[in-house]
């Protein structure tokens, strides 16, 4: 069955590292998001891709990065983890642009730095 | 600003009762409106989307109304079995793109037996 997963699902890191989250669909969706969940907040976008090669930036992209090489695949990586970013992260995708579309989420990756 | 408010921030119902979420909105202009349930450690499944002209739509027990005049919307859960604790999340588009959705903080469900 075509899905969205996530690795790792739980990572404990400390601060100042780079660390790196995995987003994988094999649903071949050209859009593919990443949000971050924090108590007292809604989800909130990091960056988002419509298509290989193609990223922009969300609402919180300070201290993060993405790249698109593949249709498949859009890895986030935090450049010098902060305690700031110790959240929960879900990455998303949806076939078509349109803000009509379903975006389906992925298990989540909790993060925790110290 | 562009923002989305639920209302109550939890409720506690026991199994079998019916329950009503609130969602109030002031995204301008308006495109649609979703409702996403999000089960405790997994990511958020889409439950119901409406536009501007749909009043009310219908996904087996759950129902969802909007009224866009008010700026409010309604999920009526009907019937709550013990698998609808979980969070339910309500998202505004304003149009544009798919980078513009305004997500509400949800509401999380408890249903007791």
């Known amino acids: 069955d075509a899905e969205i997963t996530q690795s790792p699902r739980h990572k404990i890191t400390e601060t100042g590292r780079q660390v790196t989250l995995a987003c994988h669909q094999t649903?071949?969706?050209?859009?593919m998001f990443w949000y971050r969940q924090d108590l007292g907040h809604g989800l909130r976008l990091i960056h988002y891709?419509?298509?290989?090669?193609?990223?922009n930036k969300g609402e919180v992209s300070d201290g993060y990065s993405v790249s698109r090489s593949n249709t498949e695949d859009l890895p986030l990586t935090l450049e010098s983890a902060a305690s700031s970013q110790t959240s929960v992260y879900f990455c998303?995708?949806?076939?078509?642009?349109?803000?009509?579309?379903?975006?389906?989420f992925g298990p989540g990756t909790r993060l925790l730095v110290l | 600003k562009n923002q989305v408010e639920q209302s109550p921030q939890s409720l506690i119902i026991l199994e079998g009762k019916n329950c009503t979420l609130q969602c109030n909105y002031t995204v301008s202009p308006f495109s649609n409106l979703r409702w996403y349930k999000q089960d405790t450690g997994r990511g958020p499944v889409s439950l119901t989307i409406m536009t501007f002209s749909e009043n009310t739509k219908s996904n087996g027990r759950y129902t969802a109304t909007l009224d866009a005049d008010t700026k409010q919307s309604s999920l009526h859960i009907t019937a709550s079995q013990l698998s609808d604790s979980a969070s339910y999340i309500c998202v505004v588009s304003g149009g544009g793109s798919q980078g513009n959705l305004i997500f509400g903080k949800g509401t999380k469900l408890s249903v007791k037996p």
């Open positions: 891709s419509y298509g290989v090669q193609d990223t």
């Open positions: 649903w071949n969706h050209n859009n």
């Open positions: 998303a995708s949806s076939v078509r642009a349109g803000t009509g579309e379903t975006q389906y």
